[in-house]
């Protein structure tokens, strides 16, 4: 198609409004032309800003624990051991997880890793969303104070001193002052129903009650995630289950939780189940949140 001049397809109205219209007649109040084109005086462009209400874009909240790739290798003499082997695992607030496997398979390695207690020799882990692979020693004991509480299954507690003491030793770290210390401590063995427990030494406690005193102080400093290892490994059938059943409670309250565990009531519990097999999940996009 051969060039057009502009004014040979402007439409009539423009050219009408261009033109110069005949002088009113006396007395005669002439209409404003229509304006049809919007680039003619008059016309406002809408504002969609003004008109339309954006919904606040707020993007899903990232996941408490973030393993990628998350790797311990053991130099034993000449050999290595592939404890955990380029682990994926996502867990989001408020899931309780249980790690199974056979003895040897990595789960105590790999829940000292996501607990901050050991450093990977390969990956990378995401605590709350901070990356921790290139934290300090320092900081990362203090990410581990602050959002992470710990279980194990031999209780470790401190002989010679109360119950209400080894609560409160976290706070210590957390530079919290004594009163306040000694109140929350108080309050942790109140919620985990050791009440009556607190000047106690852990050597004249049961099985079960030091467990207690153990989860009283995982719980003390507010974390925002609770790590078990074989949390009733150690104990009889009926102290075990009232273990469970607390940390049922727990998990009710929205703590987040990863458990390992040979119980097939524990893994019952749980959101999710994951298996340990050599170092690596049986089911990886079960591990990783793909489905
Ligand atoms: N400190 C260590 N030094 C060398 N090898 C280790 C160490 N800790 C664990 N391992 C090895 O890593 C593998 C996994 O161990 P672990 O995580 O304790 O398994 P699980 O808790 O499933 O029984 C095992 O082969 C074990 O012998
Ligand atoms: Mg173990």
């Given at each position: 198609m051969a060039d057009v001049p502009a004014s040979a397809v402007a439409p009539a109205s423009v050219v009408a409004a261009g033109a110069s219209a005949p002088a009113a007649p006396a007395g005669v109040v002439r209409a404003a032309p229509v304006a049809t084109?919007?680039?003619?005086?008059?016309y406002q462009p809408v504002d969609l800003q003004a008109t339309y209400e954006y919904p606040e874009m707020t993007a899903p909240p990232a996941p408490v624990l973030q393993a990628i790739q998350l790797t311990r290798d053991y130099q034993v003499g000449d050999e290595i051991v592939r404890?955990?082997?380029e682990i994926d695992l996502a867990v989001h607030r408020g899931e309780s997880v249980a790690v199974m496997g056979a003895s040897g398979s990595g789960k105590s390695t790999l829940l000292h890793l996501l607990g901050l207690l050991d450093r990977p020799t390969g990956g990378r882990l995401l605590v709350d969303g901070v990356d921790?692979?290139?934290?300090t020693d320092d900081q990362l004991a203090g990410l581990r104070n602050r959002a992470i509480g710990f279980v194990f299954q031999s209780f470790n507690l401190v002989a010679g001193e109360s119950a209400l003491e080894n609560v409160a030793a976290p706070l210590v770290y957390a530079r919290v002052r004594r009163a306040e210390r000694l109140e929350r401590a108080t309050a942790a063995l109140l919620e985990v129903g050791?009440?009556?427990?607190?000047?106690?030494?852990?050597?004249?406690?049961s099985g079960g009650q030091r467990q207690r005193v153990a989860i009283a102080r995982a719980l003390v400093t507010r974390p925002q995630l609770l790590l078990a290892d074989?949390?009733?490994?150690?104990?009889?059938t009926t102290a075990g289950a009232s273990i469970l059943q607390l940390l049922a409670q727990l998990h009710a309250d929205g703590m987040t939780l990863v458990m390992i565990t040979h119980d097939p009531g524990v893994a019952a519990m749980a959101s999710r189940v994951l298996q340990l097999t050599d170092g690596q999940f049986t089911d990886p996009a079960l591990a990783a949140g793909w489905m």
């Open positions: 084109d919007p680039y003619q005086a008059g404890a955990v082997r921790t692979v290139s934290l050791l009440a009556d427990r607190l000047k106690h030494d852990p050597s004249r406690l074989e949390p009733t490994g150690n104990l009889d």
